[in-house]
């Protein structure tokens, strides 16, 4: 008994790999915060872009004289300018604009994204995933006329 008391004694003394299994604690609850704003960070990135290309689409889309005109000016725009994305991959990228139902005076421009092919769904199931589709509006007066 007194052998276990001294052991018990030696072992409570004893300081030198505290910090190791501290860290061996810490570690994995560290790096899956670190992972998880990278990962997500990506995501939001992509959202921001679409967004982004849906609002210049719009806007370039005033030029247009007809809704056939102002529809391709909005289609080309996002063409021609989502490989300045680096994230977004242009061939996933769909155009829908027309003329708002509720308001004839507004033009509508919605770019759909599929982000299925993001390394954020190759993630294990226990990690809660973002909507693979990604749809953003943007919707634009044409003027007082």
């Not at 008994?1 to 001294?6: A, K, P, S, T």
């Not at 604009?97 to 919605?110: C, E, H, I, L, R």
Request: without cysteine; proline residues 6%.
């Amino acid at each position: 008994m007194n052998r276990l008391l001294q052991i018990v004694r030696t072992f409570q003394r004893a300081r030198s790999g505290t910090s190791a299994v501290e860290f061996a604690l810490i570690l994995p609850v560290l790096l899956m915060l670190v992972f998880g704003i990278v990962v997500f960070g990506s995501y939001l990135a992509v959202v921001h872009g679409v967004q982004q290309l849906a609002a210049e689409a719009a806007r370039s889309s005033v030029a247009g004289l007809s809704e056939a005109g102002r529809a391709s000016l909005a289609s080309g725009y996002v063409t021609a300018n989502a490989a300045s994305y680096p994230l977004i991959a242009p061939n996933h990228l769909t155009v829908n604009a027309a003329t708002s139902q509720s308001d004839a005076k507004v033009f509508v421009v919605t770019v759909n994204y599929d982000a299925s092919d993001m390394f954020i769904y190759s993630l294990p199931s226990f990690v809660p995933a973002p909507p693979r589709s990604i749809v953003r509006a943007a919707a634009i007066p044409r003027g007082g006329y």
